[in-house]
């Protein structure tokens, strides 16, 4: 048995899908024969040519042909995932054998679909690893011009396709009460959480930390955004408080990163003139230990529409960093609920709620005991649900599973004809 892994982005590229496929391929690479089917594109841009074939950490990797227009045009992002649908499902079929467990990822775009399809011609077992939920997304962010009739149809084609999955993997739990909420059979549906490495990114007090120096931070208290600066995440009450408190020289707003909203965000700072925000470019895998302890509080947002479509990664290498959260985002949605769940690690603010923002970085800056309080729950959180061996473990635990003997003659009677023999064993 194999395990075919899809996405379109895969180490050495630094995104954050990238990251977790690279950590799961090779884990489950050590206990089985494993294929990564990815394209030769970097996530940030960047022209730097890869392999289309090689063998990396056990794991084989194939990097299929795609356009490269790029994420500045709907129809240049359109075709890049049109060609990598392609050549994706083309080599998937070339690969996948009987028995075998495929693992679709969520970039592009209902990539379960072609997925599902080899997978129930080549009588592979098909696991959906949802790490957003299309088209529903885009309808909340750039997709709106699009009939709606267009995106029920989608929507029901990205149904079918994790009807008649194994197993789809969401990534939180409002995510898969939304999942069943459209129909999804409960059975279907599995919450494994995504993660960051415990022993990469341990807590590393700031007077120790060399990026601070070299970044100019000495002696500020440092409120810091990391990651993906998407159209999920909102900034402008992050930009409000930054002006606002643009006349305390002691904070200052670190944002590192990149994605659709840095060219604006930054062009917004330059507009308001604060010299109190500092951004620096997506920081190597090597380097997140440093930059991840640079900040003295960590700040996760997501748009309050978009909550059970996707849940931000960069909450758990915030914990791990054993920094104090700060979600500006919706009361019911998933970190709302971890916060009421397990109090003590973060505060959140409503998104529109600049002055209760403000209040919180003041509090935390004034506090130095309440704030290192916050980032050791945090991280003894972190260390009991979402380090980075107890994912692995989960995962493992589901791929062992669809290796069953009973699990591949069930399906074999289904195919015969003979369902009701398998509902009366």
């Not at 409000?240 to 020289?249: E, G, I, K, N, V």
Request: overall charge positive; glycine content about 8%; some cysteine.
């Amino acid at each position: 048995m194999k395990v075919l892994f899809l996405n379109r982005f895969y180490y050495p590229d630094i995104s954050a899908t990238s990251q977790i496929l690279s950590d799961l391929s090779r884990h489950v690479a050590r206990r089985t024969e494993v294929h990564v089917i990815t394209s030769r594109l970097a996530y940030d841009g960047t022209s730097e040519r890869m392999p289309p074939r090689e063998c990396a950490g056990g794991v084989v990797v194939h990097r299929v042909w795609t356009s490269r227009f790029g994420r500045h045009s709907l129809l240049g992002r359109a075709l890049d995932y049109a060609t990598f649908y392609v050549s994706a499902t083309v080599r998937l079929w070339a690969l996948a054998e009987p028995g075998d467990v495929v693992v679709s990822m969520t970039d592009p775009p209902l990539l379960s679909v072609p997925a599902a399809l080899v997978a129930r011609l080549r009588d592979a077992r098909l696991v959906n690893w949802l790490q957003d939920v299309f088209p529903e997304v885009a309808g909340e962010l750039d997709f709106k011009r699009v009939p709606r009739r267009v995106r029920n149809a989608l929507a029901r084609l990205r149904d079918r396709s994790l009807a008649v999955a194994a197993c789809n993997v969401a990534v939180g739990e409002v995510m898969a009460a939304r999942l069943a909420a459209s129909g999804i059979e409960a059975a279907r549906i599995r919450v494994i959480h995504n993660w960051s490495s415990g022993r990469e990114i341990r807590p590393l007090p700031p007077e120790q930390n060399p990026l601070r120096r070299e970044w100019g931070l000495d002696g500020k208290f440092v409120v810091g955004y990391s990651g993906n600066m998407g159209r999920a995440h909102d900034f402008d009450a992050l930009l409000d408080a930054a002006q606002q408190l643009s006349s305390r020289p002691e904070i200052v707003f670190l944002l590192i990163g990149g994605g659709k909203q840095r060219a604006a965000v930054e062009a917004e700072v330059r507009s308001r003139g604060l010299s109190n925000v500092v951004f620096r470019p997506y920081q190597p895998r090597e380097l997140l230990a440093r930059s991840l302890t640079a900040p003295d509080c960590h700040v996760v947002s997501l748009k309050p529409s978009l909550e059970g479509l996707i849940v931000p990664s960069k909450l758990y290498s915030s914990l791990a960093a054993g920094r104090p959260v700060i979600f500006i985002g919706a009361q019911d949605g998933e970190i709302a609920r971890l916060m009421r769940a397990h109090p003590g690690f973060g505060v959140r603010v409503d998104p529109a709620d600049v002055a209760g923002l403000i209040s919180v970085i003041e509090r935390l800056y004034e506090d130095p005991a309440r704030s290192a309080a916050l980032g050791t729950r945090g991280r003894r959180l972190f260390e009991s649900h979402f380090d980075r061996p107890i994912a692995l473990a989960q995962w493992t635990a589901l791929i062992d599973g669809l290796r069953q003997p009973a699990v591949r003659v069930a399906r074999t009677v289904r195919r015969s004809g003979d369902a009701q023999a398998v509902l009366n064993k």
